[in-house]
């Protein structure tokens, strides 16, 4: 099986998820590093069902959080800094050389936010990326971009509005395999809620738990 070095970013814990703010927000004086935590935890779920898969030879985490870069190296993934200070995509470029340099082989960048995935999900979609130069799992909503990989060349990443055509325009194949938690990234309350009815991950449900957090965890 090709084993493929993944990049994930993760922002600083103070800029990450503004959008999750008013859930965590609600949480109160109750658990005042809320946001912080749920934060770290969706980061947990992504990197450690990353490393189960046996597609993955290793978890390169871009990041100036050192809360976070704890977290992970905790968990086998390496770490580095975000050098170019340049936004997302610089970040994903930059953390795609060094994967390259360090082990060589095909390199993608994962998104940070994906709670359900899960780690077959992953080895399935490297596996369909393995079998053109780039390619692209598009997220739920079929605009956003959860998986970019490069097989062979630049990653040249384009995270962001938009990025589903975005990567297309710019030649990586889209994948459309049946990946529900590879899909579901979370920027809002109602994301986070279908990654729990999909059925997030040990760390994410133990926050969401603990704070009381009024999901339902299963679909209506």
């Not at 977290?71 to 390259?100: F, K, M, S, Y």
């Not at 082990?103 to 979609?125: F, I, K, N, Q, Y």
Request: aromatic share 4%; proline share 8%; net charge negative.
């Amino acid at each position: 099986m090709q084993r493929w070095s993944v990049v994930v970013p993760a922002k600083r814990l103070v800029a990450a998820k503004t959008r999750l703010t008013p859930l965590t927000a609600a949480l109160g004086d109750a658990l005042p590093a809320g946001h912080r935590d749920l934060v770290l935890a969706l980061l947990a779920d992504t990197v450690a069902a990353a490393l189960a898969s046996p597609a993955v030879a290793g978890v390169l985490v871009v990041t100036d959080e050192p809360q976070a870069a704890a977290l992970v190296t905790g968990l086998g993934a390496r770490t580095v800094r975000d050098e170019p200070d340049a936004g997302l995509n610089a970040a994903l470029a930059h953390g795609a050389r060094q994967a390259r340099a360090t082990a060589g082989g095909p390199v993608a960048a994962l998104s940070s936010d994906l709670p359900a995935l899960r780690p077959a999900e992953l080895t399935e979609a490297l596996q369909a990326a393995g079998a053109v130069p780039r390619a692209f799992v598009a997220d739920e909503l079929g605009s956003g971009t959860t998986l970019l990989a490069a097989r062979d060349g630049e990653l040249d990443p384009l995270f962001g509005r938009g990025s589903a055509a975005a990567h297309a325009a710019g030649g990586a194949l889209p994948l459309a395999g049946d990946w529900p938690g590879l899909r579901q990234d979370v920027d809002t309350p109602a994301d986070l809620q279908a990654a729990c009815w999909i059925g997030a991950g040990p760390r994410t449900t133990a926050f969401l738990r603990s704070a009381a957090v009024s999901i339902s965890w299963t679909p209506p």
